[in-house]
């Protein structure tokens, strides 16, 4: 398994600002995912990150929305940009088990604690 | 593209009693399935998969699912609940893209259980 640690744990942001949530996970992994789940909801993909290359982004998520960073194979960063209220939500960041994964592995996810964001 | 579906929003049962947590899935080309659990306040936690072989897949904290091709079901159960297997349970199913795979989650089934 591994160890998957985001920060903030929690944040409560004003409307209009940016966030930037921070997922560094205890091994090297090919892919990262970034999920969002909404107050009562189930939990939808934003996005893919994979390291030295451009994230790919699920429909009705954007780039200049949800910026990502991937610099390194343990190490990724999802920005919430220009937040309102509906954006409050946890984001969860996730990581396939085991090594090497090449897009064949049968896909179970690791997952953070999730990060919750409160926009007023 | 490939779904599941969680037609119970929560279930209740007793402490003791078995529970079932019902799941059934829409998918092409042989379906890859997964539960997992999410407490208060947490990440989610994966439970168990199947891929292939035995229908009835045993995973974690006592929890077994049993796939069902001709109902096209991954139901989740366990022989006795315990109060602290109260939590927010998913269902997921794997679905192929371009650039690897993703997971796509049910909309969540709630259990409590009672003591």
């Known amino acids: 398994s591994a160890v998957i640690s985001q920060k903030p744990s929690r944040d409560i942001c004003q409307r209009g600002t940016s966030l930037t949530i921070q997922c560094q996970v205890d091994?090297?992994?090919?892919?990262m995912f970034w999920y969002r789940q909404q107050p009562g909801q189930s939990l939808t993909l934003i996005a893919t990150?994979?390291?030295?290359?451009?994230?790919?982004?699920e429909s009705g998520f954007v780039i200049d929305k949800f910026p990502i960073s991937r610099p390194n194979l343990t190490f990724s960063t999802l920005t919430v940009s220009n937040m309102s209220p509906e954006d409050s939500s946890i984001y969860l960041c996730?990581?396939?088990?085991?090594?090497?994964?090449?897009?064949?592995?049968?896909?179970?996810?690791?997952f953070g604690e999730g990060s919750r964001l409160t926009v007023l | 593209a490939q779904s599941v579906a969680q037609p119970e929003d929560q279930v209740n049962v007793a402490e003791g009693n078995p529970l079932t947590v019902k799941c059934t899935y829409s998918?092409?080309?042989?379906?890859?399935l997964f539960w997992y659990v999410q407490y208060p306040n947490r990440g989610l936690q994966f439970l168990l998969k199947?891929?292939?072989?035995?229908?009835l897949v045993k995973g974690s904290y006592g929890f077994e699912a049993e796939f069902n091709k001709s109902q096209t079901s991954f139901h989740l159960k366990k022989p006795s609940a315990l109060v602290s297997d109260s939590a927010l349970y998913f269902c997921?199913?794997?679905?192929?893209?371009?650039?690897?795979?993703?997971?796509?989650f049910g909309a969540g089934t709630i259990l409590r259980v009672k003591s």
């Open positions: 091994s090297q992994v090919t892919m």
């Open positions: 996730s990581v396939v088990a085991g090594q090497g994964y090449d897009g064949t592995n049968t896909g179970e996810l690791f």
């Open positions: 998918v092409s080309g042989n379906p890859y």
């Open positions: 990150a994979n390291q030295g290359s451009e994230a790919t982004y």
């Open positions: 199947y891929i292939t072989g035995d229908n």
């Open positions: 997921a199913v794997r679905e192929r893209m371009e650039y690897g795979n993703k997971l796509v």
